[in-house]
């Protein structure tokens, strides 16, 4: 299983869960295992066009997705999928 950690913004959608686990290859096949069980994901991790919505930043362990393979970085069991809402300010 991987673990999927969920920030304080998103856990509405996960009944206040701040982890849930999850099976998949990788992290597309995770968020979509996480979104069968949580609806209510969907729109808040993806945009109309089915991209990863621009302010939200996906982490394997410590790597950044964006610098692997997307949504198609793989995962294996025991890793942990960290969601990451951006923080701006000036």
Do not use: C, W
Not at 47 to 54: I, M, N, P
């Amino acid at each position: 299983m991987i673990r999927l950690k969920i920030p304080t913004a998103l856990r509405g959608a996960t009944g206040a869960a701040s982890a849930v686990e999850v099976e998949g290859a990788t992290i597309r096949e995770a968020l979509a295992a996480a979104i069968e069980r949580y609806p209510g994901l969907e729109a808040r991790l993806f945009d109309e066009r089915g991209q990863l919505r621009r302010f939200l930043n996906v982490f394997v362990d410590e790597e950044d997705i964006r610098f692997e393979s997307g949504l198609d970085t793989p995962v294996a069991p025991g890793q942990t999928v960290s969601l990451l809402p951006a923080v701006a300010g000036g």
